[in-house]
């Protein structure tokens, strides 16, 4: 194994890289300086690594691969379709950060799949997309553990990395306009300081309800999240300087599952949108009421317009529903979910008044008997044909829930924080969820993962160019 004195002297950098946050986006972006030969000061605020990038369920998003080779060229103008409204500003510079991602997406996958050998085999369609393009491996391990968990892996054999858990970086130093290192502070509570450019990839606000939530969106206080509560970090970047655009564009997924043990509890844990994706179906009172797959907005608002089961917290209870085949195709998913106890096998009549009717005309839209009424047309792996009261379903009860902040620091496609007049703040970048404009209104299933891969990367290939020109100096 290399070992600094090993490596030769002119490869290596002279000082460290400080990424903040060993989430996805941290995680690809020190892989990245890594493999430049760029040593990298990890900076972790949990005592374990991974953010929320390790829960991530669905998967990520590419196209064309190899396991999705059909030319694919609708996910850039599926991404803007999706973005919404909040295209309406800043056009040409949201367009370059949406092509960067949706061009990048194909290098992205193959970064993970070739370079670092992950299983990403399984390809589904998720709400928005026009095409299947979220990749998932086909074992029991969700994507973002493996994704995160071989990053990890790898990275931890470099004698380049330094990853230090438990350490909450408290404020950004600079002097003039360049960034120069961070401030941090341990277990002990003392503070101390490391000096060097800095990549923050310290995720979103969705878990700071008391917070950042409170203060940029107060109708969602009240409402469960899949997040853990945790401060929002831009602050640390808008104090150096940084411009924060979209920070009351939040995302509400339409379905986190209510535990029947504990049904009060704010923190939910993510029905993932695959389940929906590969087939399986939404009830409200018996009735289906929105097609599966449309946006995560238009479903959540589709069940938002109806009065809530409950205040406390703010949430509605609509049954997600699969067949056989449908669980056949999410098995590892729904196994665990059985596991925890927030799914059942049961049958159609036990899902209550009017759940046969509904169930039997998707069956019959499925099989190709009838057109969908609500305009679905992908019914993925559905396989009953002629549902019955006795026929067996796997089932749960699902509620929206904050999952996903769109809003952040500006960056460019080079990954750089840029100030309100819009210059690059020397030395510092950033990627991932704490970024904003890449998704405009609304994410797109499979996105962040991609946003976290792609410009992380970006961000580790910029900081290793600047600090290797820094080389002499
Ligand atoms: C349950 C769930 C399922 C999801 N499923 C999918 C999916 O299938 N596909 C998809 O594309 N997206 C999915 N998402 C969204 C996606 O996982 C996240 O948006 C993405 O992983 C964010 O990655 P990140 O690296 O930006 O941040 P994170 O993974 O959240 O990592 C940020 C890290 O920074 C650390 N940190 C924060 N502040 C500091 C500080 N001051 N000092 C030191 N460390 C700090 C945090 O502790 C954290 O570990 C899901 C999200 C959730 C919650």
Redesign the pocket.
């Known amino acids: 194994m290399a070992t600094p004195s090993t490596i030769p002297p002119q490869t290596l950098a002279k000082q460290s890289a400080i990424v ?9 972006a020190a892989s990245q300086l890594i493999s430049q030969n760029v040593p990298v000061h990890l ?4 005592a374990k ?13 590419g196209a064309p691969t190899k396991y999705q080779p059909v030319f694919d060229d609708a996910f850039y103008s599926d991404t803007i379709k999706s973005a919404g409204k909040a295209l309406f500003s800043m056009v040409t510079h949201r367009e370059k950060l949406i092509s960067t991602l949706t061009n990048s997406s194909a290098s992205a996958v193959s970064w993970l799949v070739d370079q670092k050998g992950i299983d990403l085999s399984n390809v589904a369609q998720l709400g928005g997309h026009t095409h299947p393009r ?1 990749h ?1 491996g086909a074992g029991q391990t ?3 553990a493996s994704i ?1 968990l071989t990053l990890l892996k790898f990275l931890k054999e470099s004698p380049l990395f330094n990853l230090q858990t438990s ?4 404020k950004v130093l600079s002097a003039g306009s360049r960034v120069t290192g961070v401030e ?1 502070s341990c277990e002990n509570g003392e503070k101390k300081e490391l000096h060097g450019p800095v990549i923050f ?4 606000f ?1 878990g700071d309800a008391e917070g950042m939530l409170a203060k940029y969106r107060p109708d969602l206080a009240g409402y469960p ?3 853990d509560p ?4 831009q602050p ?1 970047l808008t104090a150096v300087g940084a411009q924060v655009l979209d920070m009351d564009l939040v995302q509400v ?1 339409p379905t986190g599952f209510i535990d029947p043990k504990n049904p009060s509890s704010p923190l939910k ?2 029905a ?3 389940l929906r994706g590969e087939g399986g179906l939404l009830l409200m009172d018996g009735k289906r009421f929105i097609n599966e797959l449309d946006t995560r907005e238009n479903v959540t608002n589709a069940i938002m317009k109806n009065p809530s089961s409950s205040n406390s917290p703010k949430q509605w209870e609509i049954k997600i529903v699969l067949d056989e085949g449908v669980y056949n195709a999410v098995k590892s998913h729904v196994d665990f979910y059985m596991w925890k106890g927030l799914m059942k096998i049961t049958t159609i009549e036990e899902l209550g008044d009017g759940a046969l009717e509904a169930v039997k005309r998707y069956a019959d839209a499925a099989a190709g008997k009838e057109k969908d009424s609500l305009g679905r047309t992908s019914f993925a792996h559905w396989s009953l044909k002629d549902p019955k009261p006795d026929s067996v379903v796997y089932a749960g009860i699902v509620t929206p829930v904050v ?2 902040t769109m809003g952040g620091v500006l960056i460019n496609e080079k990954s750089e924080v840029l100030k309100e007049e819009g210059e690059r703040i020397e030395g510092l970048w950033a ?5 904003g404009g890449v998704h405009g209104g609304n ?1 797109l ?8 891969v792609v410009f ?1 990367r970006i961000a580790g290939d910029h900081c290793a160019e600047f600090l290797k020109g820094n080389q002499g100096s």
């Open positions: 903040v946050g060993s989430g996805l986006a941290g995680l690809s900076l972790e605020r949990s690594p991974g953010g929320n990038s390790i829960k991530a369920s669905s998967g990520i998003n979220t998932r969700p994507p973002g995160v350490c909450t970086v408290t941090y990839a310290s995720g979103g969705a999240s899949t997040n945790r401060p929002g970090t640390l997924h844990f993510l993932a949108e695959v999952h996903f990627a991932g969820e704490v970024t994410r299933g499979g996105s962040s993962l991609l946003e976290c992380g």
